[in-house]
């Protein structure tokens, strides 16, 4: 998507045509949609246009889409195009954060003017968030959460978008995936770095004693309270607080913790003067937290609070292409862990590794490394996955294909020791490479592994 690029809504075919004519005219590129929904699947953090919608269309109307685009990022400029007398919602819209609005009738020049400062904000706005990023650490993320696929260039991008400002953030993903990882990427970069992270899991809170070690209490709050304690939630002050696997916290106990997230003070055991908290609060979650609602066991408030930011960490699954280069980085670790020489991993070894599935994803692929680096079997015993009904054809060359594609990953796209290894000459590898559509100067993609 080029830089200057309006997307223009409007359920109105001839006005949505007869505007983007005329701002063309202007120098602009405009993309139009009759429906806002649409227009949410090129939203993102790297956006770097601008969004004007009619207020009133049928379906998701103008002040919907202002809301649904500021989830995803808060500093998209979005222009609303209001009618005569909807000065009210024109009002609304400016407190709920649009960049401009414009009434009916409009000139063309006047819209295109309004468009042209929202992206030169917008392209600001884009300049100092990777400005940002370079003096956050660039080398030491990428590092913590390597990976050239598309899904982990995405993640490293909004965990440093997010990780500038102070907001609250909820962290989704499988078991293993790394979600602590992400949390503390996110505080390290962010400007409570010097400040302490203090970890709770929610699953292994004593229940008995619960309230008392998250928010403290004073002495003779209790039996047993023979002197004041300072919670955990106090010991973060200044900090931030990581919630892991905030859907194991107990129902009745969202609710003290919503207003926590809510008025940011505490109140502790036995005390009735509220303590100012100062405090980030990062949550993670390996269960769909939705679903939980659904089922009355998660709060929907509580939800809704806490994923205004929300970083997703995809399984290994997600991201096939970085098993190869993953694994020889997580062998060189054990190796400096374990105080062993460097490993020189047979290229064989790799490509076996990237064609096995990892149900553990990386908690699971480093101990693989971990067992290697020891001197033992580094591949787990494995249930195969039944696999989807294909023609034999499609399933060898599907095979065939995946072989060649982590063959090329863990030489580094250089050709020769690949078709030795393969027992095949180089004419063939270059054959077989143009019938697969593979490039040795190519990232690899998901679609270059068989699991």
């Known amino acids: 998507m080029s830089e200057s690029r309006v997307l223009l809504v409007d ?32 939203i993102g953090y790297s956006f ?10 049928h379906g998701m109307d103008g002040m919907t889409l202002l809301q ?3 989830e995803v990022d808060a500093e998209i400029p979005v222009i609303l195009v209001t009618g005569h007398g909807d000065v009210q919602l024109a009002v609304k819209a400016m407190r709920e954060g649009v960049y401009d609005f414009i009434e009916k009738p409009f000139t063309a020049q006047h819209l295109a003017a309004i468009a042209r400062r929202a992206m030169d904000r917008r392209s600001l706005v884009l300049e100092n968030r990777r400005l940002r990023a370079v003096a956050g650490k660039r080398d030491d993320i990428e ?56 970890a709770i899991n929610c699953a292994a809170l004593p229940e008995n004693l619960i309230e008392s070690e998250l ?34 916290m107990p129902f009745d106990l969202q609710a003290k913790f919503l207003r926590v997230l809510q008025e940011r003070v505490i109140t502790r055991l036995g005390s009735n003067e509220p303590v100012p908290l100062d405090v980030r609060f990062i949550a993670t979650s390996k269960v769909d937290l939705e ?28 991201r096939k292409a970085d098993i190869p280069l993953l694994f020889l980085q997580l062998v060189r670790e054990a190796a400096a862990r374990y105080m062993r020489n460097d490993i020189d991993v047979p290229p064989e070894l790799v490509t076996e590794i990237a064609e096995r599935t990892w149900p553990g994803n990386v908690r699971e692929l480093r101990n693989a490394a971990d067992r290697l680096v020891l001197g033992l079997d580094p591949k787990p015993e494995e249930t195969p996955a039944p696999a989807e009904r294909q023609r034999l054809a499609d399933k060898v060359a ?54």
């Open 291 to 318: 679903a939980e609602v659904a089922a009355g066991r998660f709060r929907a408030d509580l939800l809704y609070r806490l994923n205004v930011a929300t970083l997703h960490v995809p399984s290994l699954a997600q």
């Open 398 to 451: 599907a095979y065939e294909r995946g072989i060649i594609a982590s063959a090329l990953a863990a030489h580094g796209g250089s050709l020769r020791p690949v078709y030795e290894q393969l027992g095949i000459s180089r004419k063939t590898l270059y054959e077989k490479m143009q019938r697969y559509g593979l490039d040795k100067k190519m990232p690899i993609t998901d679609d270059d592994y068989v699991v």
């Open 143 to 198: 590092a913590r959460l390597p990976g050239r696929t598309q899904v982990m260039v995405e993640l490293r991008y909004r965990l440093r978008a997010i990780g500038a400002t102070d907001a609250d953030t909820l962290i989704i993903g499988e078991t293993g995936v790394g979600k602590e990882v992400v949390a503390r990427a996110l505080h390290d970069i962010s400007a409570r770095a010097d400040r302490p992270l203090i």
């Open 48 to 57: 770097s246009g601008v969004v004007v919608s009619d207020i009133r269309m």
């Open 215 to 248: 928010f403290g209490h004073e002495a003779g709050a209790f039996p047993g309270a023979l002197r004041p304690r300072y919670g955990k939630f106090e010991h973060g002050r200044g900090g931030t607080i990581l919630l892991d696997e905030i859907g194991s």
């Open 68 to 70: 649904r685009i500021r």
């Open 11 to 42: 359920d109105e075919e001839e006005m949505r045509h007869s505007t983007a004519q005329a701002l063309g005219l202007f120098g602009l590129d405009v993309d139009t949609f009759s429906s806002a929904e649409n227009v949410l699947e090129l």
